[in-house]
């Protein structure tokens, strides 16, 4: 009986120490379930309306639109709740990185995929 009081008072100082946390990585999971779920209802409706415009045409664009954002939600998901498990002093650092990942991200690749094409006059 003993040990069943000493393990109960180490999860209430557990959770008494780590409450911040707990709460912020929570807070995180639901706002990338409730982008999740926004993206999926915004593609349903994109497509039910681009098919009353366009019978014949299949949605591949949407599909593949939606799949970035779907894995963009999740990156940044990744990013967000790596500052519950990293020490206080590399935030820097992980700023740094998730301003990557959200501005520089499109540079790299816009200048990627421009230098491959060559111009012909």
């Not at 409706?45 to 415009?53: A, E, F, N």
């Not at 949605?59 to 799949?67: A, G, S």
């Not at 816009?110 to 491959?116: A, F, G, L, R």
Request: proline share 2%; net charge positive; aromatic share 14%.
């Amino acid at each position: 009986m003993l040990k069943l009081e000493h393990q109960k008072a180490a999860m209430e100082d557990l959770f008494l120490t780590y409450k911040t946390h707990i709460i912020y990585a929570i807070i995180v999971i639901t706002i990338v379930a409730l982008l999740l779920i926004g993206t999926s209802l915004f593609y349903k409706w994109l497509v039910k309306h681009d098919h009353k415009k366009f019978p014949r045409v299949k949605p591949t664009t949407l599909n593949l639109v939606k799949r970035i954002f779907n894995a963009l939600w999740l990156i940044l998901d990744l990013i967000a709740l790596s500052f519950v498990f990293v020490e206080r002093d590399k935030d820097a650092f992980n700023l740094k990185n998730l301003e990557l990942v959200l501005y520089k991200c499109s540079d790299y690749s816009h200048s990627c995929c421009c230098s491959n094409y060559k111009y012909v006059v």
